[in-house]
């Protein structure tokens, strides 16, 4: 149950999505009645689906496209933002003045007298 439940909201999540529109592909045009009219008719009788449903079969096969389209786009989103998030040489907007490292003071210090510290300790 737990599977059927995580393929739902999987594909809920996926019809979320926005489609790449320079994918090429023209997108079917299905509405929501459409779909749920297939939907429908699909878990009520698989045998022999395309051959008594044509029409049911062809909005289904465009839903499927839009899916798979919708999917692929997620896909590449994620990884285009997981690709450039742990990236270190992408600085960015960083000047090479940003990426010098903080100044220091060219004099070294004198350790300190620690029989100097003793006594103003006591």
Not at 18 to 38: H, N, Q, T, Y
Not at 99 to 113: G, H, I, Q
Request: charged letters at 15%; hydrophobic letters at 45%; one cysteine or more.
């Amino acid at each position: 149950m737990g599977i059927i439940r995580a393929a739902f909201w999987l594909s809920a999540l996926i019809m979320l999505l926005p489609a790449d529109k320079d994918s090429g592909a023209e997108a079917p045009s299905v509405g929501v009645i459409d779909a749920l009219v297939a939907a429908k008719s699909t878990v009520g009788d698989f045998s022999q689906f395309c051959t008594r449903n044509p029409g049911v079969c062809v909005t289904g096969s465009g839903v499927f496209a839009i899916f798979t389209e919708k999917a692929r786009t997620g896909i590449r989103i994620v990884s285009h933002v997981f690709s450039h998030s742990g990236n270190a040489a992408d600085t960015g907007t960083l000047t090479p003045d940003d990426l010098a490292p903080p100044w220091r003071n060219p004099r070294p210090v004198k350790p300190a007298d620690s029989n100097n510290l003793t006594a103003a300790a006591t």
